[in-house]
């Protein structure tokens, strides 16, 4: 009788031990598939990381030679059909000059005209782009351009928002004011200074530029 009973409780031992096993194993699976959804999130994290640091320094890049070529605006008289000449026009969302410098390889010679436009693209984003012509190439008066997607450059894009404003002398009270618009009607020669804001997202702090322009001012 005493060994009968020393049997059945070796076998009660040996199932408990192999029911431990599953409930072992189980517990190894979930613990191996929280870490591998861990890791999942961490190198996801770790890409999204990589992707903004480019973007950001994509953008200091693009705002670096923004800034050149503003600060290096030509007094080249701008005529186009039906409208004042003008040194330089923009608003909030567009801005149309000449400058010594060039954003693009090819035109590294002479004068250049450009159109910077923040064209609005799906789910409330911006695209800022630019146009660029060679004034060598261009004749004597700048006749109105056809522009199709072609002749546009994407410098920036997938941003909230993207806006220019214009800082403008007022003699007659001995100030300096920020407008929204430079209009060749209203405003004479050039701004001293060109004001760009960029914001990525809603959760990102604007990025403000402002531009002295280095020539001198001259009437048309």
Not at 48 to 54: H, L, M, N, P, T
Not at 150 to 173: G, P
Not at 194 to 212: A, F, G, R, Y
Request: hydrophobic share 35%; aromatic share 8%; no cysteine.
């Amino acid at each position: 009788m005493r060994s009968y009973n020393t049997y059945n409780k070796k076998n009660s031992f040996d199932g408990f031990t192999l029911l431990e096993l599953l409930i072992s194993m189980t517990i190894l699976s979930i613990i191996v598939v929280i870490i591998l959804g861990a890791l999942r999130v961490g190198v996801r994290a770790w890409e999204k990381g990589e992707r903004d640091v480019d973007a950001r320094q994509m953008q200091r890049i693009v705002l670096d030679l923004v800034r050149q070529q503003v600060s290096s605006i030509n007094i080249r008289t701008i005529r186009k059909e039906g409208e004042e000449p003008f040194f330089l026009k923009g608003d909030a969302k567009s801005m149309e000059f000449t400058s010594r410098v060039s954003l693009n390889p090819e035109n590294d010679y002479g004068d250049v005209y450009v159109k910077y436009t923040v064209r609005q693209e799906e789910k409330d984003k911006e695209k800022f782009l630019y146009l660029e012509r060679n004034m060598l190439l261009v004749e004597k008066n700048i006749e109105t351009f056809d522009v199709d997607d072609d002749d546009l450059h994407e410098l920036i894009s997938e941003v909230q928002n993207v806006s220019f404003e214009y800082l403008k002398n007022l003699s007659n009270v001995g100030e300096n004011e920020w407008q929204e618009s430079w209009e060749p009607e209203n405003d004479k020669g050039l701004p001293l200074a060109v004001k760009m804001t960029l914001q990525e997202n809603e959760t990102t702090p604007s990025i403000t530029m402002i531009v002295k322009i280095m020539s001198e001012q001259e009437a048309i």
